[in-house]
């Protein structure tokens, strides 16, 4: 593929770099959905963009290729092709229906194979265009893809893009790695008026972000004001102040002597108020209570500092359960009460389950072992009538299997028999 440095208008070094950020993130949401449908790990990285003249559009390192082409038809306009091997997309065809990953010569993208690509391109893009949509602010719906393969020499270009040759697209390189399937790359072919759309979406959604964030910072505190240099008289100082400051004049006042720390009283238990305080009363020893929050215990709050109210303490209060006896019912609704307690309920004990897949099944066969999901062990389900109320552990009673309940499951189903 021939590229050429950035020449049209309008999509210059920070546009190009908005779309490698969006495709980044929304490739990443499409490599989720693919992993969900191989069960394997998905890895689409590195985007490299660059703009292309669609004349010039050739790409011989992914030949023989398989396109798909994805339409936008709500939130923004225009056309987005994906350029595959057709090697990778048979791989990833026999991980999805389970057949051994091997390239076959004989392999032919019949009208079932086409369909499963575009279902799998149909996952992955619209995973895709939901991130999108939660990055551009916009709800974007994408059309169903279309599939087209290339046979033999023939070069699918421009025609498939629907684009004069003079024209420009933008492409994204990815490297694409399937866990045990395919190590390799594709492309991704964006019309120039999408990728513009894009990129400005984006940037204009950053920059309302930073006007939100400006707009909601405190203004600056202004400066305070310096002070006036003792002695008055504005700024300058008089010849006395000056011979006092260097020695010259009438000695400075002695500084304050330190007030000594408050010492406790002779005998005073720990915890006791300490005599010479701010605030302290020597009346007030006796309140030695306990109090919440600070002061610390035993220290008697200083002048100005309100006392902290005591914690209020109450028994607790349970709710009465004498207005469900059922000596307080009427005859016909103990009657009626009775009746329901005969309705009978299908009581089942799940062990455990698993998800497999429709061949998988269909090798089942005598000895063939299943792995739940559960550990040894662990608690069995209780479900009555499809509905889960408790679990429990297995137990062997006179030779058969039993289950003891250790944990009732709070549900709506047990709420509407109980009346609540």
Do not use: H
């Not at 992914?62 to 939130?75: F, W």
């Not at 076959?104 to 949509?133: P, R």
């Not at 260097?246 to 002597?257: E, K, L, N, T, V």
């Not at 455990?352 to 792995?371: C, H, N, P, R, Y």
């Amino acid at each position: 593929m021939s590229e050429e440095k950035l020449t049209i208008e309008g999509f210059g070094d920070v546009e190009m770099d908005a779309i490698g950020e969006i495709m980044n993130i929304t490739m990443g949401s499409a490599a989720t959905a693919v992993s969900n449908m191989l069960s394997a790990k998905v890895w689409i990285t590195t985007p490299q963009v660059s703009i292309v003249e669609t004349s010039s559009l050739s790409f011989p390192e992914l030949e023989p290729s398989i396109m798909v082409k994805i339409k936008y038809i709500q939130g923004i306009a225009g056309q987005n092709v994906l350029v595959l091997k057709q090697n990778d997309v048979q791989l990833i065809l026999n991980q999805l229906m389970g057949l051994p990953l091997e390239i076959s010569e004989d392999f032919q993208f019949d009208e079932l194979n086409i369909s499963a690509v575009c279902e799998v391109m149909n996952q992955m893009m619209g995973a895709s265009a939901t991130a999108l949509s939660e990055i551009i602010e916009t709800t974007v719906d994408i059309s169903t893809p279309e599939a087209m393969v290339q046979s033999g020499d023939d070069n699918i270009g421009a025609e498939v893009y629907e684009i004069a040759g003079d024209e420009y697209v933008c492409t994204v390189k990815f490297d694409l790695t399937i866990d045990g399937v395919i190590n390799s790359e594709f492309i991704s072919v964006l019309t120039i008026d999408l990728a513009k759309d894009m990129a400005d979406k984006m940037m204009a959604g950053y920059n309302n972000v930073m006007d939100d964030v400006i707009a909601a910072e405190p203004a600056p505190a202004p400066a305070p004001e310096p002070a006036a240099p003792a002695g008055g008289g504005g700024g300058t100082m008089s010849q006395a102040e000056i011979e006092a400051l260097m020695g010259g004049g009438a000695a400075p006042a002695p500084a304050p002597a330190p007030q000594p720390m408050p010492q406790m009283a002779p005998g005073a238990a720990p915890g006791a108020p300490m005599g010479g305080m701010p605030g302290y009363d020597p009346n007030m020893a006796a309140m030695q209570q306990p109090m919440y929050g600070y002061p610390p215990q035993g220290m008697y709050p200083p002048q100005g500092y309100p006392m902290q109210p005591m914690m209020n303490i109450q028994p607790a209060q349970f709710q009465s359960f004498e207005a469900y006896n059922n000596k307080d019912l009427s005859k016909d609704q103990n009657d009626n009460l009775k009746l329901l307690m005969n309705v009978p309920l299908n009581v089942t004990v799940e062990i455990g389950s698993a998800v497999k897949k429709v061949k998988d099944i269909l090798d089942f066969a005598q000895g063939t072992i299943i792995e739940l999901e559960r550990q040894a062990g662990a608690p069995v389900d209780i479900i009555v009538n499809g509905n889960l109320v408790a679990r429990g552990d297995v137990v062997v009673i006179d030779d058969n299997f039993a289950v003891r309940i250790t944990e009732i499951v709070k549900s709506k189903f047990l709420d509407s028999l109980s009346g609540n």
